[in-house]
T-cell receptor
Framework: TQLLEQSPQFLSIQEGENLTVYCNSS?????LQWYRQEPGEGPVLLVT?????EVKKLKRLTFQFGDARKDSSLHITAAQPGDTGLYLC?????????????FGSGTQLTVLP | EAQVTQNPRYLITVTGKKLTVTCSQN?????MSWYRQDPGLGLRQIYY???????DKGDVPEGYKVSRKEKRNFPLILESPSPNQTSLYFC??????????????FGPGTRLTVL
């Protein structure tokens, strides 16, 4: 069973600050997905990173896949209250099966105005 | 609007009283899954379906049943709920499978409390 550990588990910051969330494993993944879940809603896919070392940017969010494809990070620049939510990473084991995704436990981010 | 719907959104029940949580998607997706979300444990897959009449166990299937009689619907059945099934449940669908993972489209969730 592949495990994904996310850190920190909780993060509360002021508007305008920068932050980084980490997703780590001892297993190699074929890809890493990042989802954001807002209160009362289901997770929504933000990005998928596939290649080791890959960096993707989504406005103020920067996602990076580790060179060895075992870890990933999400960096938010100048956080805003609208960024508040639960951030989940999910790794694919490369089998192509419907069971291939392993989810991390999430980072609950609160951005205070 | 493309979406996954779940009903009910909130449910409080008692131990042993059978219940069904419905899930429907309007995107003509072949693949559907049920997850439960518990604090500190992330999302864990309960059951999944590859197509009509094709279902299989996920990581935590005990105490749950599913059926897939139509492509759009994938109900989750708890024949005899117990307090340890108190959780937040999500239905999800995806259009295809890839070795690079498949984007999951999630419903809004059903918060279940079993007393």
């Amino acid at each position: 069973t592949q495990l994904l550990e996310q850190s920190p588990q909780f993060l509360s910051i002021q508007e305008g600050e920068n932050l980084t969330v980490y997703c780590n494993s001892s297993s190699v993944f074929s890809s890493l997905q990042w989802y954001r879940q807002e209160p009362g809603e289901g997770p929504v896919l933000l990005v998928t990173v596939v290649t080791g070392g890959e960096v993707k940017k989504l406005k103020r969010l920067t996602f990076q896949f580790g060179d060895a494809r075992k870890d990933s990070s999400l960096h938010i620049t100048a956080a805003q209250p609208g960024d508040t939510g639960l951030y989940l990473c999910a790794g694919a084991d490369g089998s192509g099966s419907a069971r291939q995704l392993t989810f991390g436990s999430g980072t609950q981010l609160t951005v205070l105005p | 609007e493309a979406q996954v719907t779940q009903n009910p959104r909130y449910l409080i029940t008692v131990t042993g009283k059978k219940l069904t949580v419905t899930c429907s998607q309007n995107m003509n997706h072949e693949y559907m899954s049920w997850y439960r979300q518990d604090p500190g444990l992330g999302l864990r897959q309960i059951y999944y379906s590859m197509n009509v009449e094709v279902t299989d166990k996920g990581d935590v299937p005990e105490g749950y049943k599913v059926s897939r009689k139509e492509k759009r619907n994938f109900p989750l059945i708890l024949e005899s709920p117990s307090p340890n099934q108190t959780s937040l449940y999500f239905c999800a669908s995806s259009s295809h499978l890839s070795v690079f993972g498949n984007e999951q489209f999630f419903g809004p969730g059903t918060r279940l409390t079993v007393l």
